[in-house]
């Protein structure tokens, strides 16, 4: 609803950016992670089918893909968050990502973006053999 709100003043000034947050968790199905992935998998949809469409208006949309950070809702995880981040310098990530370039996607910790994007790409019997050790045990 707020990126539908927002497009048409800035299509009519023809300029503006749009950057919505999701979460490398949105690139493949990882255990114990199916409702927050699936949620973040589709702004991420989003943000691609709504790219070149925003763009023939002026309009820039961008997405940030973070890694684990450090709040609350982490500090209640039981299983280990590789590459796990301060807020401050998640938000001076995505600040200067969004500031300093213009690519379509700021995903940070590097490594561990590049880690999941591999890992996308290999076949599912594979992927789920790699995947498998994380699952919790009750």
């Known amino acids: 609803h707020g990126v539908i709100a927002l497009r048409p003043a800035m299509a ?19 255990p114990t992670a199916a409702a927050y992935g699936m949620t973040k998998a589709g702004v991420i949809n989003m943000v691609e089918s709504m790219k ?23 500090d209640k995880n039981d299983f280990p968050m590789p590459f796990l981040m301060e ?17 379509f996607e700021i995903a940070f910790p590097t490594r561990f973006a590049l880690i ?10 594979l992927y789920f053999r790699l995947t498998r050790g994380t699952v919790p045990k009750d």
């Not at 000034?13 to 690139?27: D, E, F, P």
């Not at 807020?87 to 690519?103: E, F, H, N, Y």
């Not at 999941?116 to 019997?125: D, E, F, V």
Request: no cysteine; hydrophobic share 45%.
């Open 52 to 74: 070149l469409e925003a763009e023939a208006d002026g309009i820039d949309m961008r997405v940030v893909n973070p890694g684990f950070i450090k709040t609350q809702l982490t």
């Open 12 to 30: 009519a000034r023809k300029s503006g950016t749009i950057a919505l947050v999701a979460s490398v968790a949105g690139y493949s199905g990882l």
């Open 87 to 103: 807020p401050d310098a998640a938000a001076k990530r995505m600040v200067d990502g969004l500031t300093r370039s213009r690519r």
């Open 116 to 125: 999941l994007k591999l890992m996308r790409m290999l076949p599912y019997g």
